[in-house]
């Protein structure tokens, strides 16, 4: 159980266009998702919160018209980076969790290159 | 906000050995502090975790400890094998999320 998905798992875009990423849970419903950002050799730095039919809570740094988060329903949280750039190229990874558990349950992340 | 510092970088121990890696934070309202090993491009694989009114906890080779006065935890393996070779995180939360340390690559030889 407790299975997140993420799709897809690896894209390549021109920059200066748009990409979705979406996050799946399968088989439970998460009250929260969060996305997360992994650049090479280095840690998961969370960029955003997001609840279920509420606004997403972004970090400090990250910017909120970037990094479109929407999170319409209880099972689907998506991720849109607009008008990318090669410096957006990293591995993005999403989880979700229940209301009043703390553990976190990890998507298997998209690997983004902007060329 | 929430600053969870981790140490070592890297660790390099032969088969068999024990390696123990520590992390701090620094918000004393956090409450659940999960490790995590993570291969190179998967996703991060929680192996243990700990919430704040327990002071150790132990599965199997794998063991964390907790000290909430000082807010460190650390992370001990014992017997390790190379199989054990990852990157691990250690992770605090802040409200729901969770803020990670730096990381530590772990070799194992044999």
């Known amino acids: 159980g407790a299975v997140v998905s993420q799709h897809p798992s690896w894209v390549i875009c021109k920059s200066g266009t748009s990409v979705k990423i979406e996050c799946r849970s399968l088989?439970?419903?998460?009250?929260?998702m969060f996305w997360y950002r992994q650049f090479p050799k280095q840690s998961l730095m969370l960029m955003a919160t997001?609840?279920?039919?509420?606004?997403?809570?972004?970090e400090q740094g990250v910017e909120k018209d970037k990094f479109l988060i929407n999170h319409a329903s209880l099972t689907l949280s998506t991720l849109t980076v607009t008008s990318a750039h090669p410096e957006d190229s990293s591995f993005y990874i999403c989880?979700?969790?229940?209301?009043?558990?703390?553990?976190?349950?990890f998507g298997p992340g998209t690997r983004l290159t902007v060329t | 906000g929430e600053n969870v510092e981790q140490h070592p970088s890297t660790l390099s121990v032969q088969e068999g050995d024990s390696a123990v890696i520590k992390c701090t934070y620094s918000?004393?309202?956090?409450?659940?502090f999960p490790w995590y090993k993570q291969e190179l491009g998967k996703r991060p694989q929680l192996i243990i975790d700990?919430?704040?009114?327990?002071g150790e906890k132990k599965d199997q080779r794998i063991a964390v400890t907790l000290n909430k006065t000082a807010k460190h935890f650390s992370l001990h393996i014992t017997e390790t094998q190379p199989e054990d070779s990852a990157v691990y995180f250690c992770?605090?939360?802040?409200?729901?999320?969770?803020?990670f340390g730096k990381g530590t690559t772990l070799s194992v030889s044999s």
């Open positions: 989880s979700a969790s229940v209301r009043g558990t703390y553990e976190q349950y």
């Open positions: 088989d439970f419903q998460a009250t929260t």
């Open positions: 997001s609840n279920e039919g509420s606004k997403a809570t972004y």
């Open positions: 918000d004393s309202a956090s409450n659940y």
């Open positions: 700990i919430r704040s009114n327990v």
């Open positions: 992770a605090a939360t802040k409200g729901t999320a969770l803020i």
